[in-house]
């Protein structure tokens, strides 16, 4: 019954023009990786009445007094999914960086929408946040949206598990919109926050839960309402939809080339270039080709900062989700690479690591690495005790976040704070890595860069920042 209410509370009527607007117009970054040029895309979704939406927009604050205005190109695709709708795109192009810019959507002489957005920065300073597993539907995840509000990000990174359970479309509606494309600012309710802020999402296990479209009609919903760069090369082992030719055929035309091209990408902003990587089953964590775009991607971007996100982490001293460990395998190639930090979710807590280096274990002939039937990845640990963020900001390692309690329900409270309770077994595959691991309360990261300074936050509920550190080059 919550989720009616929910889902209900979200809908625009406009009688005039027999119209029904299911999903408010929300930015996303478009696919624009590079610093070289710069867009966005507004994406909405309404019933299947067509209608002709106008959509304006011009530099500056307001688009009151602007002489002239330019119009986006709108694009509509209809989806046949548990109810028939149409979902509408307008493309941004052209757009300046370091600028701010103002839309408004019409339908008829109705005004749906307006708001006002910045375009990404070419300055060596960002700010933006990062949380996961967070679409559920929960007064903590509106919580925590409501702090990231009050932040004012940039931009704002989530680590995987956009919706629960299945990353259907009608959970999308129901948990996920509501919550960051409100109305109006609410602590208990949501906040208006992807009007005006892109939100750079990716794969968690639960988005592709509903990759069986004979079973999940409306399954895959992350490749409906995404769009985001789409640089990275296709890989072999990759997501798969299923079922009947004809609906896995419409589903990929409704996606227009999104699926499965989003499920890796990169992007940058100011002097952080970052990776988002799928890390579910059936992905191979080191695939040469992606790997080698990544390397590729370093070289060329020479960005002060690198950071990779993906959703399930390899470095993880809670109880739940340990022994799923494959993504340990890519660490010796982030090593190489220089990238600086590691994002991921899937666990429903905050933990951070020491800088650490890791070496997998491989075969008696090093041809290959050997993973448990668990998915345990024993090897060999190096780790930087001396960094404190502190008084020591410079890391020898790679720094592993996991920043999984974004609204979802908390895994392990009991062991929060107690070093004592990370341990696990064996040598090979834990050693004390973990230096701060708080699971009884909701939190989300800020991260701040400013030239060869990276300052890191997590913050709770309240705003209380629960952990700092500072990272310096």
């Not at 109810?83 to 701010?100: E, H, V, W």
């Not at 409306?218 to 890989?235: E, H, I, K, S």
């Not at 399930?312 to 799923?324: Q, T, V």
């Not at 274990?361 to 090093?366: I, M, P, S, Y």
């Amino acid at each position: 019954m919550k989720r009616l209410v929910y889902f209900f509370a979200f809908l625009v009527y406009f009688p005039g023009h027999a119209q029904q607007v299911m999903v408010t117009p929300f930015l996303q970054p478009g696919d624009a990786p590079s610093l070289s040029r710069e867009h966005k895309v507004l994406v909405w979704q309404t019933d299947n009445t067509p209608a002709e939406f106008t959509v304006e927009y011009a530099a500056g604050p307001t688009l009151e007094g602007v002489g002239q205005l330019v119009t986006a190109k709108v694009t509509s695709v209809e989806l046949d999914l548990i109810m028939k709708s149409i979902l509408y795109r307008a493309t941004f192009s052209g757009l300046n960086f370091d600028a701010q810019y103002t839309y408004r959507v019409r339908l008829g002489d109705k005004i749906i929408s307006t708001a006002t957005f910045n375009t990404r920065t070419r300055k060596p300073a960002t700010r933006f946040s990062v949380f996961g597993d967070c679409g559920v539907g929960s007064k903590e995840q509106a919580a925590i949206a409501y702090q990231v509000y009050l932040q004012k990000p940039q931009f704002v990174l989530i680590t995987g598990d956009n919706v629960y359970s299945s990353g259907l479309e009608t959970e999308y509606r129901a948990r996920f919109f509501p919550y960051y494309a409100a109305a109006q600012p609410s602590e208990t309710r949501g906040v208006p926050l992807m009007q005006s802020v892109p939100f750079y999402m990716m794969l968690g296990n639960h988005d592709v839960r509903s990759a069986n479209l004979r079973q999940f009609k409306d399954g895959l919903a992350f490749f409906y309402y995404t769009d985001l760069p789409m640089n990275a090369p296709r890989t072999v082992m990759e997501i798969k939809a299923t079922g009947d030719k004809t609906v896995v055929k419409a589903f990929e035309k409704a996606t227009e080339g999104r699926f499965p091209k989003l499920a890796n990408y990169s992007f940058q902003n100011g002097n952080v270039q970052i990776f988002m990587l799928d890390a579910n089953a059936y992905i191979n964590p080191v695939d040469f080709t992606l790997v080698d775009w990544m390397r590729e991607e370093v070289r060329l971007n020479r960005s002060d900062w690198n950071i990779v996100v993906f959703h399930h982490p390899g470095f993880n001293s809670s109880i739940a989700h340990y022994d799923y460990q494959r993504m340990r395998l890519l660490a010796p190639k982030l090593e190489a690479m220089g990238i600086d930090m590691v994002l991921s979710g899937h666990v429903h807590n905050y933990q951070r690591t020491v800088p650490l280096k890791f070496e997998p274990k491989t075969n008696r002939t090093g041809e290959r690495y050997i993973i448990s039937a668990e998915g345990r990845v024993d090897g060999k640990f190096t780790l930087d005790h001396k960094f404190d963020g502190i008084t020591d900001t410079t890391p020898d390692g790679i720094i592993y976040i996991v920043t999984g309690a974004g609204g979802a329900g908390l895994y392990d409270q009991p062991i929060s704070g107690n070093p004592e309770l990370w341990k696990h077994e064996s040598e090979e595959n834990w050693v004390p890595f973990t230096v701060k691991l708080i699971s009884d309360i909701h939190s989300f990261t800020m991260i701040e860069t400013d030239g060869k300074k990276l300052t890191l936050k997590q913050l709770d509920m309240e705003g209380t920042v629960i952990d700092q550190i500072i990272v310096t080059k």
